[in-house]
């Protein structure tokens, strides 16, 4: 072990004053001294304006080459750590010190302890996610990948998935998709994004949304400078025909299939008069198929997309039928709209992982994406089919209201409960939302949404294990 320090410790800030014990054995010599250096610094053993030995003094009493050195010191003034000057030899830079940040009073508040059971709407059964086949999607995908799939690629994203998600949409959706007019995206949180920015840019002031909905996306328009006038929902779906009386309106978001959180199916003759409205006045319908693959009843009704593809924007994504993780969606846009989305994804987010998208199009060319979604669709029956029968004989006095679809359901509670039963809910450790989370009204509109109070219940989410124990509590709770 070696050592060196200054003749005067009371020279310190003009000449080296300080005690180094350096290892300095093997072949590293110079990454030694140079991280005991920086260290030294950092933790102020060698204080600002300490002035070191010379080079040539330095190594001498190291027994080290004179080169090496030099080189530690160099890269230490690269790095702002150390300051050269003719004349003035090397010395430790002056630099602020950072300032602690003073100590946070203790809080008096006790943490919320976490939920014991979770009925929280917006997550699939992520337990049910197909591991093994979505690995063997993944291998075959990254062998056949040709090398320029880890470039940079198209914004539009991968051919391959495009290819495929044209096919599948076609045959399950009824959506009119050829694969120049998909846009893959990071997630409809991100395909939105990329819309308001275009819709901006079109000039734009104002997109109609559904009295019921996620704040997270009104939040977003919003914040994109558009306005957001409701549309009020009913037992029929979003009253379409109010657009033509919203003059400002230059698109309206909709969840047609399956509507977001009050689960009705928009009617024939208002998907009519959207489309209709959308021609008339050359506005836009963005169309959020969310879960549209999962419909218990019946088949699937077709996308509104297909009634008219120049006119509505299509979303999709694999976040309700796999898992939110992936972050991939996608949109199959009018002709006219796909430069300038692609453009406005370029310079937001170019594009999705590489590796991603061509495992999703090898599991949908597999089929292997079909099986999973018929799989869960049997099992979310299921799920909703207890949660039915159990409110049936445990809480009469509720009803589960909506179509039998999706991931989620209403469950209707009698007048001014809602709040009630979401606290007692909470203390029984179960998280559970109600409906005025969504709500959505604009202050001095002259129309208010009727009271409604209900709960929203995921049945996907749960385990197989924690299924049983979430749905007695929830049964407990009811009035």
């Known amino acids: 072990m070696t050592d060196f320090r200054a003749n005067s410790a009371a020279a310190a800030p003009s000449t080296f004053g300080a005690d180094l014990h350096l290892e ?16 030294a610094v950092r933790t102020g053993r060698l204080a600002p304006g300490t002035r070191l030995p010379s080079s040539r003094s330095l190594a001498a009493d190291l027994g080290i080459a004179r080169n090496t050195v030099a080189d530690s010191y160099a890269e230490l003034v690269a790095e702002g750590w150390l300051t050269a000057q003719q004349g003035s030899g090397t010395r ?50 990254l062998t056949a990948a040709p090398h320029d799939a880890f470039g940079y690629g198209d914004a539009r994203g991968r051919a391959e998935l495009r290819a495929a998600l044209a096919d599948y949409l076609a045959r399950a959706r009824g959506v009119y998709a050829e694969p120049e007019r998909i846009v893959v995206c990071s997630g409809f949180h991100h395909g939105l994004t990329l819309m308001a920015q275009v819709l901006r840019a079109r000039r734009v002031r104002a997109v109609a949304v559904e009295s019921y909905g996620l704040d997270i996306y009104r939040d977003l328009l919003s914040d994109a400078g558009l306005r957001i006038p409701p549309l009020h929902v009913d037992e029929r779906g979003a009253r379409t025909d109010d657009l033509a009386r919203l003059n400002e309106a230059g698109a309206a978001l909709l969840t047609p299939a ?76 009018p002709e006219e709209l796909v430069p300038e989305i692609a453009a406005a ?119 197989d294990s924690a299924w049983a124990g979430a749905l007695d509590a929830l049964c407990r709770v009811l009035p």
């Open 345 to 463: 994804k370029g310079h937001i987010d170019y594009m999705s992982s590489a590796l991603e998208q061509l495992t999703l199009a090898e599991f949908i060319t597999s089929g292997a994406y079909d099986r999973h979604v018929r799989s869960m669709r049997l099992r979310y029956r299921r799920r909703r089919d207890q949660l039915v029968a159990a409110l049936a004989q445990r809480a009469p006095g509720v009803r589960v209201t909506g179509l039998a679809a999706g991931l989620q359901a209403v469950v209707e509670l009698p007048h001014g409960t809602e709040r009630s039963v979401v606290q007692a809910a909470a203390r029984q450790g179960l998280a559970v939302s109600g409906m005025a989370p969504f709500r959505h009204e604009v202050a001095g509109s002259g129309r208010r949404l009727p009271e409604r109070d209900a709960l929203v219940v995921n049945y996907a989410a749960p385990s």
């Open 258 to 333: 399956h509507q977001y959180p009050t689960g009705v199916a928009l009617s024939p003759a208002r998907r009519t008069a959207a489309v209709d409205w959308a021609r008339t006045t050359g506005g836009l319908i963005l169309e959020d198929d969310y879960d549209g693959e999962f419909r218990y009843d019946r088949q699937p009704v077709g996308a509104l997309q297909g009634l008219d593809p120049e006119r509505v924007v299509y979303f999709g994504t694999a976040s309700k039928s796999l898992a939110p993780g992936l972050r991939l969606a996608w949109m199959v846009l």
């Open 92 to 141: 430790v830079a002056e630099r602020s010190v950072p300032r602690r940040a003073a100590p946070s009073a203790p809080r008096t508040r006790r943490a919320q302890p976490r939920p014991t059971y979770g009925l929280l709407p917006g997550a699939p059964d992520l337990a049910k996610f197909p591991r093994t086949q979505w690995l063997a999607a993944a291998r075959r995908a």
């Open 24 to 39: 300095l054995s093997g072949p590293g010599l110079r990454a030694g001294l140079t991280d005991a250096l920086r260290e």
